[in-house]
């Protein structure tokens, strides 16, 4: 399976700010994801990350708050904007297997907390 | 569109013992269900799946079992050990558009604590 990396790791913002995470794979693949996972929660789908083109948003989801980039076939960044404290989670990269057989494989996560 | 339930919540068992978790979903055009281990501070780690032409897959400890009729499917560990503490995760999904890509939808989660 591909190694996945984020950055940062976790990170404490103030209300009002932005952050942006990064999800690094050291090979390419054709799908990314990005996911929620709120604090003893569950796992959400985000969006998914389209290389060349715009984020596909799931329901309840938006590009103003959640803008997304893939600029290639092993980057994506995500970005939480105009944070509040309801943000604090953790997100989480996702990406499938080559194999087009529909595995999954996550990064680490980025624990983020908002005051 | 898909809802995935997952039960119980939190199970605690003796070394050694089974663990057995179990999972419901709702669309039937589902086929395809993974199972996720998320230790503390780290990212779910995908440790077992099974396909909907298959009844049961077995790795090592681990088993998965699935009852399309039923539209649930279980997780087994045998021979529980306390590196099996963790929360485990199942999900559902389709490929609607035959593209290789599967959307996920999760359980909610089962805490497994393992005692020495």
């Known amino acids: 399976s591909a190694v996945i990396s984020q950055k940062p790791s976790r990170d404490i913002c103030q209300r009002g700010t932005s952050l942006t995470i990064q999800c690094q794979v050291d090979?390419?693949?054709?799908?990314m994801f990005w996911y929620r996972q709120q604090p003893g929660q569950s796992l959400t789908l985000i969006a998914t990350?389209?290389?060349?083109?715009?984020?596909?948003?799931e329901s309840g989801f938006v590009i103003d708050k959640f803008p997304i980039s893939r600029p290639n076939l092993t980057f994506s960044t995500l970005t939480v904007s105009n944070m509040s404290p309801e943000d604090s989670s953790i997100y989480l990269c996702?990406?499938?297997?080559?194999?087009?057989?529909?595995?999954?494989?996550f990064g680490p996560g980025t624990r983020l907390t908002v005051l | 569109g898909e809802n995935v339930e997952q039960h119980p919540s939190t199970l605690s068992v003796q070394e050694g013992d089974s663990a057995v978790i179990k999972c419901t979903y709702s669309?039937?055009?589902?086929?395809?269900f993974p199972w996720y281990k998320q230790e503390l501070g780290k990212g779910p780690q995908l440790i077992i799946d099974?396909?909907?032409?298959?009844g049961e897959k077995k790795d090592q400890r681990i088993a998965v079992t699935l009852n399309k009729t039923a539209k649930h499917f279980s997780l087994h560990i045998t021979e529980t050990q306390p590196e099996d503490s963790a929360v485990y995760f199942c999900?559902?999904?389709?490929?609607?558009?035959?593209?290789?890509?599967?959307?996920?939808?999760f359980g909610t989660g089962t805490r497994l604590l393992v005692s020495p």
């Open positions: 996702s990406v499938d297997s080559t194999s087009l057989l529909g595995e999954q494989f």
């Open positions: 090979s390419q693949v054709t799908m």
């Open positions: 990350a389209n290389q060349g083109s715009e984020a596909t948003y």
């Open positions: 669309d039937s055009a589902s086929n395809y």
């Open positions: 099974i396909r909907s032409n298959v």
């Open positions: 999900a559902a999904s389709t490929d609607p558009l035959n593209t290789g890509f599967q959307k996920l939808v």
